[in-house]
């Protein structure tokens, strides 16, 4: 008899939360063959929706629930009266008395579903009670029948402020929370440490072959008169640290070292980063890419790949950097301890200052390292098997 599961996520729209349940579509096929995977994404209609695997059912929400996964501006080129009327007062009631009810009247018009699940999993964790980009595990404490209800934690709770009563209430009706790394852990139970018995941890599986064999897809040349080339891929929002990466590497470049920024990726930030890069006349020095489905060759091809954010749970995209054998400098995050020694890259001090002194170091001295992964990498396909027994 086959195994049937249930995953809740918000959107097919590019993010490492979208590339982390691809990759773990792909784990849980390579455990199990004899299982019955469906997804029911409230904004089913973005780039990731074509790397879904075939066989997989996505299931189509009601109106009022897809429209709690878009956002704002998605809304508006719908040009759906209903959606759109629903999003404006759903939105300015969250900001007043927090989603609840917003959140309820979506589902009065969501159907149960009929199939009855071993395991029912939201995939996207739960937000800020103001903001109407959520209900992700209430959808399956609501709308689906389960053996096992389990929440995945991709978020620093207490970085991003959600360690509410409301999430609390939430999650302590979960039979696992599963988070996705130590570090993410821990975080989550400082806030919530009665719910310990029921937390457990899980990296992002990584396809090692996959991602080495689309790294070799495309030859890439930076041009040897470019210095130290540095790589990263992202979205382009605050907490990833892009503005502030330029303002540690400005002073640098006075200073007369020789090295360039690429950049992959896209996001609400990307005009503020263009207008940044106009205003300092460093076109020829941070450059940005766009969105590219395959970041692998550019990573592969740079010497350095550096990670700027101010907080991460898991970094995927660091992680696949040291699987093409690229080292990573990275900010001094909890789980990049977790990911990163002095075999795989370089951890700096997580402020302007930290990542300026780490670049002129790198450049200056021409450090090159030569990557070794780290075996809780590679070997991430097995913890699958244990949560989902």
Not at 56 to 77: A, C, H, N
Not at 278 to 303: F, R
Not at 369 to 386: A, D, P, T
Request: proline letters at 3%.
């Amino acid at each position: 008899m086959k195994k049937k599961i249930l995953i809740v996520n918000k959107s097919f729209e590019l993010g490492g939360i979208q590339h982390a349940l691809v990759n773990m579509l792909k784990a849980l096929q390579l455990i199990n063959n004899n299982i019955q995977i469906d997804l029911l994404i409230f904004n089913n209609d973005d780039v990731c929706k074509n790397q879904i695997p075939v066989d997989i059912k996505i299931l189509k929400p009601s109106l009022l629930v897809k429209t709690m996964g878009m956002s704002f501006s998605r809304v508006l080129e719908t040009k759906n009266i209903i959606q759109i009327i629903f999003k404006i007062l759903s939105t300015a009631w969250s900001k007043v008395f927090g989603n609840s009810l917003p959140i309820s009247i979506a589902f009065l018009f969501q159907k149960k579903l009929k199939v009855h699940y071993d395991y029912a999993v939201a995939y996207h964790h739960e937000t800020n009670k103001k903001t109407m980009v959520s209900g992700f595990v209430r959808f399956i404490l609501k709308k689906c029948d389960s053996d096992v209800k389990m929440g995945w934690i991709h978020s620093d709770f207490v970085a991003t402020g959600l360690g509410t009563k409301q999430n609390r209430k939430i999650y302590s009706q979960l039979d696992k929370i599963i988070c996705v790394s130590k570090a993410t852990k821990t975080s989550f139970l400082s806030l919530f440490p009665e719910l310990e018995s029921k937390c457990d941890y899980c990296y992002n599986y990584l396809p090692v072959d996959e991602i080495r064999k689309k790294s070799l897809s495309e030859s890439i040349s930076f041009g040897c008169d470019e210095g130290v080339v540095f790589f990263s891929a992202c979205r382009f929002v605050a907490e990833k640290g892009i503005e502030r990466t330029i303002m540690a590497m400005l002073p640098l470049w006075k200073e007369g070292l020789k090295f360039k920024w690429y950049i992959a990726g896209n996001g609400i930030e990307y005009a503020k980063i263009e207008h940044l890069i106009h205003n300092y006349n460093i076109h020829d020095k941070v450059i940005l890419l766009g969105y590219k489905e395959n970041p692998y060759p550019y990573m592969k091809a740079a010497d350095w790949f550096l990670l700027s954010s101010y907080h991460e749970t898991f970094s995927m995209v660091a992680a696949e950097s040291m699987i093409v054998g690229t080292p990573v400098l990275a900010t001094d995050l909890p789980v990049v301890r977790e990911l990163i020694d002095e075999n795989s890259g370089y951890i700096c001090h997580n402020s302007v200052e930290g990542i300026k002194d780490a670049i002129k170091d790198i450049v200056s001295q021409k450090k090159s390292i030569k990557v070794q992964l780290r075996e809780n990498l590679v070997n991430s396909k097995g913890q699958f098997e244990r949560i989902f027994q």
